[in-house]
């Protein structure tokens, strides 16, 4: 199989999976990999094997054609092509939380010389980098990772990359329970959906819709939550994105459960001072626990350098600085301040101050 039936057969294999005819496309894909001679071709069918692997959530599949890509790839000797294939390993590993291995390929890409089109890729590099350092609870390196995808869509006017970047900080700040935040993020991204988005995927609106509802759900509006989630599920449904199908139910699940708990609030209250009444005497276990959820707080910079009270364990308007440490923004409106108290702190030795 030469260039251009190559080219056709991908073409065909793209109208087929957008109508979704999955399997089919699929069928269609595997074979032009069989036959073709064209390297060019072979690495383009890759990356639409890739993709439609991700969606159906096939992620070790994803994975085999990733690193068939690669091998495709050094045989065609361009670095753009490189890096495009080393940016899809990245991605499947992120997909099958290998975050470690993660980082690691998104480094590669970095590194490499490319042309435009390789520096092009770096912010979905840098997104990617940034979900991972998220998956690792390593909170300060993703916002600095997430804040460099979005002024790399910014710079390159990519409204895709944007509105992915959006849904990445709006799960970000629902993990730090600023649930304020996590729900302006995913707007954001509708927004750019509604004005941009004609020719995308419907899968960005689904994306958008999904994060809202877990931003609206964290924020008790639980109506508005499933309203976002429906719609969320019906374009999973349509398209068959089962891992999107996984998470709305997840996400239904909660609501269905919060609006249970709303009913029984006040007798879950009653119970648990009951508790905390009847245990009054063991003094030491509670202390023990106490030292141990303050020195996660500490591994994990998980607290406001002002007031020093913890950040994520309760529902808290933040602010990030340049840097990207976090404070309340209630500390920062107070006290104010020329510079970053953390940065401040961690730059003098101890046994100087």
Known sequence: MGQDQTKQQIEKGLQLYQSNQTEKALHVWLKV??????????????????????????????????????????ELEDPDYLTESYLNLARSNEKLCEFQKTISYCKTCLNMQGTTVSLQLNGQVSLSMGNAYLGLSIFQKALECFEKALRYAHNNDDKMLECRVCCSLGNFYTH?????????????????????????????????????????????????????????????????????????????ADIHRSRADIQLGLLKVHCLCEGIYRTKGQQRELRNHVVKFHECVEEMELYCGMCGE?????????????????????CLQTNGTRGCPNCRRSSVKPGFV
């Open 310 to 330: 913890s950040i994520g364990d309760k529902n808290h308007q933040l602010q990030a600085l340049p840097c990207s440490h976090v404070f309340h923004i209630k």
């Open 176 to 252: 730090l329970k600023d649930y304020e935040k996590a729900l302006f993020f995913p707007c954001k991204a509708a927004e750019l959906v509604n004005d941009y988005g004609k020719g995308w995927s419907l899968k960005y609106r689904a994306m958008s819709q999904y994060h809202m509802a877990v931003a609206y759900r964290k924020l008790g509006r639980l109506a508005d939550a499933m309203e976002c989630c429906e719609e969320s599920m019906k374009i999973a449904l349509q398209h068959g994105d089962r891992p999107l199908q996984a998470q709305c139910l997840l996400c239904f």
């Open 33 to 74: 990999l069989e036959k073709s001679t064209d390297a060019a071709g072979r690495f383009r069918v890759l990356g639409c094997l890739i993709t439609a692997h991700s969606e159906m959530g096939r992620y070790k599949d994803m994975l085999k054609f990733a690193v068939v890509q690669i091998d495709t790839a050094r």
